[in-house]
């Protein structure tokens, strides 16, 4: 061997990297969510993920609960939107439940998508609509950017509602991120449709109870953005999700629901609800 060969060989040794330094992939997981019809659906999880789409948020499981509950007020035949979605459940349960068109979104991370769209595939048979493949679609998308490539996924309006949106948005444990409140704001009052009966459904627990104020900080900026802001309820879970974080144990299991709309003819003009509950609670 050279000398030139055997300089080679050293600098090839220098960079190459120390066996068991790139660990490997952790792989999907399964998780299985019974709906109040007794029928499981078995959900697929990415394996662990930067942006925690590798959980089954708390959120996630009440919000789908409640909408099976309020179905024909608000999935059926409802455009749907989902923000910030992980495994999409709330989407799915959509898709089950009779909704006109379900659009579910994350951070555009090909593996979250990718995931998405294979639960899309498992759960499609359960969809009641004759074109059931298309009823539900995943794509990225990035809170604060434009709406067009979300409404696009619409078709005309009815003649009913001129105003291009959806009627349901759903945002289950996204308030967590304080940074990118105004960029949330933005994407809701952007695609929520302009009409009294359209809501967007926040559901969130505060899995650090010390920052339950920031949480609910993005409720205050859509009550400055002039909508009508009004607490649904509490659910306490029977566990906390995550064992060891610190902070009121209580608080940490206890899921909190709010509604979100324009004022129109079901409310009052100083933004409170007909039925008198405080826009905030």
Same mark, same amino acid.
């Given at each position: ?53 590798? *959980?089954?948020?708390? $959120? +996630? ?7 099976? !509950?309020? =179905?024909?007020?608000? #999935? &059926? ?5 989902? *923000?910030?979605?992980? $495994? +999409? ?7 089950? !439940?009779? =909704?006109?068109?379900? #659009? &579910? ?177």
């Amino acid at each position: 061997m050279t000398s030139s060969e055997d300089e080679d060989a050293t600098d090839a040794a220098l960079f190459q990297e120390p066996e068991g330094y790139f660990q490997p992939e952790n792989p999907a997981t399964y998780t299985e969510h019974t709906l109040l019809s007794g029928q499981a659906l078995r959900l697929r999880l990415v394996g662990h993920n930067p942006l925690w789409g590798h *959980l089954l948020w708390n $959120a +996630g499981q009440v919000i789908s609960e409640y909408l099976q !509950l309020h =179905a024909e007020e608000l #999935v &059926v035949e409802k455009d749907v939107l989902e *923000l910030g979605a992980g $495994a +999409g459940l709330p989407s799915l349960v959509c898709g089950i !439940l009779g =909704a006109r068109k379900v #659009v &579910v979104t994350d951070y555009p991370d090909p593996d979250l998508i990718l995931n998405l769209n294979h639960n899309i595939t498992t759960c499609a048979p359960l969809f009641p609509a004759s074109e059931s493949s298309s009823t539900v679609s995943a794509t990225g998308y990035l809170w604060g950017a434009s709406p067009v490539p979300l409404l696009s996924h619409l078709g005309p309006p009815p003649r009913t509602t001129p105003s291009p949106g959806f009627d349901l948005l759903i945002l289950a444990d996204l308030l967590f991120n304080h940074s990118e409140h105004r960029a949330l704001l933005f994407t809701l009052t952007s695609t929520l449709r302009h009409t009294s009966s359209a809501r967007a459904l926040v559901f969130f627990t505060p899995y650090r109870p010390w920052l339950l104020d920031k949480d609910l900080a993005f409720l205050e900026l859509c009550r400055e953005e002039g909508l009508v802001v009004r607490k649904l309820g509490d659910w306490v879970r029977e566990k906390v999700m995550f064992e060891q974080d610190r902070g009121d144990e209580l608080l940490r299991r206890t899921v909190f629901g709010y509604e979100i709309c324009w004022i129109g003819e079901d409310t009052g003009g100083d933004g409170k609800a007909k039925d008198g509950q405080e826009r905030l609670s």
